[in-house]
């Protein structure tokens, strides 16, 4: 399945506009957490500058998988 991951707060959305292709949703959560922590990794994910964003995974349909 083709998996979205947009990065939403409450003032702000920064949607993906490419997405990935997983196997299933355990893929896309595994995808989700690396994403963050290469993140955390290369200081791009200061935390007080993401406070209130969260991942949300959408299908290509736009139903939304988990945040």
């Given at each position: 399945m083709h998996c979205?991951?947009?990065?939403?707060?409450?003032?702000?959305?920064i949607l993906d506009g490419e997405g990935i292709e997983v196997?299933?949703?355990?893929?896309?959560?595994?995808?989700?957490?690396?994403?963050?922590?290469?993140?955390?990794?290369?200081g791009v994910a200061e935390i007080?500058?993401?406070r209130g964003w969260e991942i949300e995974a959408r299908d290509a349909s736009g139903a939304v998988l988990f945040t």
């Open positions: 979205y991951f947009n990065l939403v707060s409450s003032h702000k959305t196997a299933d949703i355990n893929e896309a959560r595994a995808f989700a957490r690396e994403a963050v922590a290469e993140m955390v990794q290369e007080a500058h993401w």
